[in-house]
């Protein structure tokens, strides 16, 4: 079984409400275990705990929020012991042509960094979910497909 943790921040609700998506998704798949947690319940340690781990977060100035930055920021002092492990990302904005693209990839960017793998989605949201305001049905289940494929692809390096 793989440990999936789905680690987010959200300020008004929308972003915690596409990781809960994102971690049904996942635990619908293979049986993942799977671990939601605000950023500000979450250490580099947890990270190094789990098997994949995808982050969520709102749209500020077409970047990921400070407090998840920080998180990837201490996690520095363990690099090279992600490498492997799978990595997801989502976001949340307020506007359509937010940013939300931008702050995906720079989650991405740094799951790449660190020796990560980060799959991709031929059909829809390319980088990973995106929603404008309240998750609509179209971005929930686009989040519980990113959960959904991560946690088998996690599941299928874990386990061969």
Not at 9 to 37: F, H, P, Q
Not at 72 to 81: A, F, L, Y
Not at 104 to 129: C, F, N, Q, R, T
Request: aromatic share 4%.
């Amino acid at each position: 079984m793989a440990n999936i943790l789905v680690v987010y921040y959200s300020r008004t609700g929308n972003t915690k409400k596409m990781a809960e998506a994102v971690a049904e998704g996942a635990g619908g798949a293979m049986r993942a275990e799977v671990t939601v947690k605000p950023v500000d319940q979450c250490a580099p340690e947890d990270m190094l705990a789990a098997d994949a781990i995808i982050m969520g977060t709102p749209v500020y100035y077409g970047s990921m929020a400070a407090e998840l930055k920080k998180l990837i920021d201490d996690s520095v002092t363990h690099h090279g012991d992600f490498v492997g492990k799978v990595g997801g990302a989502f976001a949340s904005c307020g506007v359509m042509g937010g940013g939300a693209e931008t702050a995906v990839l720079d989650i991405l960017k740094a799951w790449l960094i660190h020796g990560m793998i980060v799959p991709g989605e031929a059909v829809g949201s390319h980088y990973g979910p995106v929603c404008v305001g309240t998750p609509d049905q179209h971005a929930r289940e686009a989040c519980l497909k990113l959960g959904k494929t991560v946690a088998a692809l996690a599941s299928r390096l874990v386990h061969g």
